[in-house]
T-cell receptor, first 112, second 111 residues
C-alpha cells in the first residue's frame, strides 16, 4: 500500500449537498493526521487536524479509523466556495525527523 | 507578519543552468521543508530540516541540494537543471502543533 491514497475524484455536487472523502494510510504508527485545502495555483492551507477519533468544525467533520487505517472528511451543506482540492496528510515514518506526506488530493466542484 | 516567503515566484531556466530558491520564515519555527508539486503527483517531499545546520532527504531528493545556515532561511539548489525539474516548488515551516505554513510557491520551467 502506498503511504497515502485518496480517491482523486472529481466530485461534482450541487450546493447544499453532503459529500465525503476517504483517505487510507500505511503507517500504522501515525498519531496525527490533517486535511489541507488547496485552491487552484495556490499553496495548501490547513483545514483540520485529526488527533483522536474525530474532529468537527462547523460544516466539516473529520473522522479517524485506526483499525482500518483510514481518515474521512465530511462536508455538509456544500457551498460554492468549497470548490477546491482536499489533501489528506499523514506523518512520514522516517529516522531523521518528522515530515508530512501528502495524498494526491481529491477535487471537489460545487455548482449552483 | 509575512509568514513564509519564497523567492523568486517564477523562473525559466535552460537545461544545465543552476539556480537557488530561497525560503524565508519569520515565525521562528524549527522545521522547514521543500516540496514539489506536479500534475497528478501531488506534493512530494524533496528535503527538509529539523533545525539550523541540519538537513535530511525526503522522498525525491535527487538533483537537489539544500542548506540551512540560518534558522530563518532554507535554500534549495539545482546544480544542473533538467526538464524533469519543471514544477511548482513549495516551502513550508512547521509549528509545534504540527501544522505547516506554506509559502506561495515558485513556478519553475526548465527548457
Amino acid at each position: 500500500r502506498k503511504e497515502v491514497e485518496q480517491d482523486p475524484g472529481p466530485f461534482n455536487v450541487p450546493e447544499g449537498a453532503t459529500v465525503a472523502f476517504n483517505c487510507t494510510y500505511s503507517n500504522s504508527a501515525s498519531q496525527s493526521f490533517f486535511w489541507y485545502r488547496q485552491d487552484c495555483r495556490k499553496e495548501p492551507k490547513l483545514l483540520m487536524s485529526v488527533y483522536s477519533s474525530g474532529n468537527e468544525d462547523g460544516r466539516f467533520t473529520a473522522q479517524l479509523n485506526r483499525a482500518s487505517q483510514y481518515i474521512s472528511l465530511l462536508i455538509r451543506d456544500s457551498k460554492l466556495s468549497d470548490s477546491a482540492t482536499y489533501l489528506c496528510v499523514v506523518p512520514w515514518a522516517n529516522q531523521a525527523g518528522t515530515a508530512l506526506i501528502f495524498g494526491k488530493g481529491t477535487t471537489l466542484s460545487v455548482s449552483s | 507578519n509575512a509568514g513564509v516567503t519564497q523567492t523568486p515566484k517564477f523562473r525559466v531556466l535552460k537545461t544545465g543552468q543552476s539556480m537557488t530558491l530561497l525560503c524565508a520564515q519569520d515565525m521562528n519555527h524549527e522545521y522547514m521543508y521543500w516540496y514539489r508539486q506536479d500534475p497528478g503527483m501531488g506534493l512530494r517531499l524533496i528535503h527538509y530540516s529539523v533545525g539550523e545546520g541540519t538537513t535530511a532527504k525526503g522522498e525525491v531528493p535527487d538533483g537537489y541540494n539544500v542548506s540551512r545556515l540560518k534558522k530563518q532561511n532554507f535554500l534549495l539548489g539545482l546544480e544542473s537543471a533538467a526538464p524533469s525539474q519543471t514544477s511548482v516548488y513549495f516551502c513550508a515551516a512547521r509549528d509545534s502543533n504540527y501544522g505547516y505554513t506554506f509559502g506561495s510557491g515558485t513556478r519553475l520551467t526548465v527548457v
